[in-house]
């Protein structure tokens, strides 16, 4: 199996694909035949990208990971391609280079195509893979037997007409069950496991609806600007960036409806589905339940200077791409009806998490004063786990009550669930399972949603952009969004002490 990554010398490939790949092969979990080609632009021998790629492993690599053995069998597998993805006319010399491969491989010309390039280049390349025929469809002489799958990279299309065109380009080059379109918080262990939380216990699903739950809360925010990515930032935003997929995969999650069987077809019609009943946004709701904001300079905690987002390098100094957003969402089905769904994201907030408070009902009637409601709150990153809050007599007289947390961490599995969301995600492909990819009617589904956002915010600018100093938590006008005088639930870093002592 050759794995060929388009973007090769890309900071997501070292960052990201090289140490999964690694980690896969230290686990044995790769094909005998599997070799990487890296292709770009810029010149290496494979000699010296093996130099390269071995600095950036030492760099990316846990020590309990680090091994010269390893490192050395791991390295022997990498190629290298010089060639501009752009070109048509490169992609002879591709395949010659494959060819050559799978003789050293003993490949039977099995491919997995990564694009890890600059989104600009996600309608170009398929077009030549095919010119070439190494998409392999429909070209005879028993190469539809050759296993030929393609991963894209988010993000998927610019909104909804651009991820429209390059769907019908991918359907020319090829068939559905090829296209692998990844969002990495499917691969997270503890994304995962929302399903089994729902759907392998019988106390939670009697309640997981409108009748018994009040409101959901989806965040994901980080404690990190926009670092280096200036240049690609400023053309996408918190929406493009977070929301349109890591957040609405992650609502679709909470949401679904249980498939009869868990498959990729059966997965996917449900996340589908949810998608298909977001009540779409009228322009009045786009004004009033949506809120994007934009980091300002400030100093976090008194201590650290932090830059404003229009002081990162490659931002326009006029730049009114939003760092945050917040959305009040609703679902239209017979679950949901009635019920708001809160989600946001941010760069420059106090922490880095991403969590799901699902808020029940208050009882009906109230014996002990105003106590709190119940919640459940599944933490996917960092402190991994679940906590569930009710409420307990406080000893002594009188019958006061107060909010107790009943909880779950991962390391008291022995550890933060290992393999990261990639590893997971490569060997899946490589393996041919679909299922935590998404598929072409979800993204349209999701653009759909999303994309009259983004033209609002384009085309009227009444539509405030909200400053917020970094390193804190974002507009204060987000608050306004919340139903009955709630508000958002800030989450710490650690799962449990929420209420009681917060450690950013
Ligand atoms: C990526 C976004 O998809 O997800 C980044 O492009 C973001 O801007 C990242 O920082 C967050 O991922 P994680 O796994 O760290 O929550």
Redesign the pocket.
């Known amino acids: 199996m050759g794995l060929v990554i388009f973007g090769a010398s890309g900071d997501l490939t070292m960052r990201k694909l090289i140490p999964s790949l690694y980690s896969l092969l230290q686990a044995k979990r790769v094909p005998k035949s599997f070799f990487v080609l890296g292709v770009a632009r810029t010149e290496y021998s494979d000699e010296a990208f093996r130099t390269y790629l071995k600095e950036k492993l030492q760099e990316h690599l846990k020590d309990e990971e680090k091994d010269t053995e390893t490192v050395s069998l791991f390295l022997s597998h990498i190629h290298y391609h010089t060639m501009d993805p752009a070109e048509e006319k490169d992609y002879n010399g591709l395949k010659s280079k494959l060819l050559e491969l799978d003789e050293v491989y003993n490949n039977p010309a099995n491919y997995i195509f990564y694009l890890s390039t600059p989104p600009n280049l996600y309608g170009i390349i398929p077009k030549h893979l095919s010119a070439v025929n190494l998409n392999a469809k429909g070209n005879g002489a028993g190469i539809e037997e050759n296993i030929r799958r393609i991963i894209i990279e ?1 993000p998927f299309g610019y909104d909804l007409e651009s991820a429209h065109e390059l769907n019908l380009i991918y359907e020319e080059a090829f068939t559905e069950n090829q296209l692998y379109r990844i969002d ?2 499917l691969g ?1 262990e503890t994304v995962q496991n929302i399903m089994a939380l729902r759907f392998s216990n019988g106390i939670f699903e009697p309640l997981w609806n409108r009748r018994y739950i009040d409101r959901i809360e989806v965040t ?1 925010v ?1 404690n ?1 600007g ?1 670092e280096k ?1 200036g240049g690609f ?1 400023d053309n996408v935003g918190a929406l493009r ?2 929301v349109q ?2 957040l609405i995969q992650l609502l679709a999650l909470v949401t679904m409806e249980p498939p009869a069987v868990f498959n990729a077809k059966t997965f996917r019609d449900e996340v589908l589905k949810v998608y298909q009943s977001l009540r779409p946004l009228s322009p009045q709701d786009i004004r009033t339940n949506v809120i994007r904001g934009q980091y300002t300079a400030s100093k976090a905690n008194n201590e650290r200077q932090l830059k404003g987002y229009r002081e990162e390098e490659k931002v326009n100094p006029q730049s009114r791409t939003e760092t945050y957003v917040a959305i009040k969402v609703a679902i239209d089905n017979w679950r949901w009806g009635g019920v708001p769904f809160y989600i946001r994201t941010g ?1 420059q907030m106090p922490t ?1 998490v ?1 969590e799901i408070v699902v808020h029940f009902r208050k009882t009906p009637h109230s014996l002990f004063g105003d106590a709190p409601a119940n919640a459940l709150i599944i933490r996917i ?1 960092p402190n991994e786990g679940v906590a569930l809050k009710f409420d307990m007599k406080t000893p002594g007289s009188g019958f006061d009550v107060q909010q107790v947390s009943m909880d779950f961490t991962y390391n008291k599995l022995g550890g933060v669930p290992s393999g990261d ?1 990639y590893s997971r995600l490569l060997e899946d492909c490589m393996r041919g399972d679909a299922t935590l990819f998404t598929r072409s009617d979800a993204v349209e589904a999701s653009w759909t949603y999303f994309t009259p956002i983004l033209k609002a915010w384009e085309q009227d600018e009444k539509i405030p952009l909200h400053g917020y100093p970094a390193g804190t938590w974002g507009p204060k006008m987000a608050d306004q969004i919340i139903n009955d005088g709630y508000s958002w639930t800030n989450p710490c870093k650690n799962l449990t002490d929420t209420d009681l002592y917060c450690e950013l």
């Open positions: 988010k990495h918080y997270k994901a980080e990190l926009i990515r930032y960036d977070m997929n890591h760069k880095k991403t990153q969301a």
